[in-house]
């Protein structure tokens, strides 16, 4: 079992950047497929991408996921911001090595960081 916690969070405006970090405790997070997610209340938690089990990196379009091992942290990169991404985000890690982007096949999961993008 591994423990996690996002962090990076906070309030930008449209067009902007932001980076989050998922640092990982109890095991090497590099052994795990890393999911990032983000969820609205009252909506179901969406996949935003997934980083496969030893690979550095993963993008999809305004998305970039990279492994930082000496620091046991994946970040996740966004780019050019929209109203649409505020949400809470998290990370979550399987065991699995195929990527999924399935929220049920991950089994631990970070308490999440409120992304909010407004002007």
């Known amino acids: 079992q591994v423990q996690l916690v996002e962090s990076g969070g906070g309030l930008v405006q449209p067009g902007e950047s932001l980076t989050l970090s998922c640092t990982a405790s109890?095991?090497?997070?590099?052994?795990?497929?890393v999911g990032w997610f983000r969820q609205v209340p009252g909506k179901e938690r969406e996949a935003i991408l997934c980083?496969?089990?030893y690979s550095p990196t993963a993008a999809k379009e305004r998305f970039f996921s990279s492994r930082n091992i000496a620091k046991n942290t994946v970040s996740l990169q966004m780019k050019n911001l929209e109203s649409g991404d505020t949400a809470v985000y998290f990370c979550?890690?399987?065991?699995?090595?195929?990527?999924?982007?399935?929220?049920?096949?991950?089994?631990?999961w970070g308490q999440g960081t409120q992304v909010t993008v407004s002007s």
């Open positions: 980083i496969a089990k």
């Open positions: 109890g095991d090497t997070l590099d052994r795990y497929t």
């Open positions: 979550a890690t399987q065991w699995n090595p195929a990527c999924s982007l399935r929220a049920i096949t991950y089994d631990d």
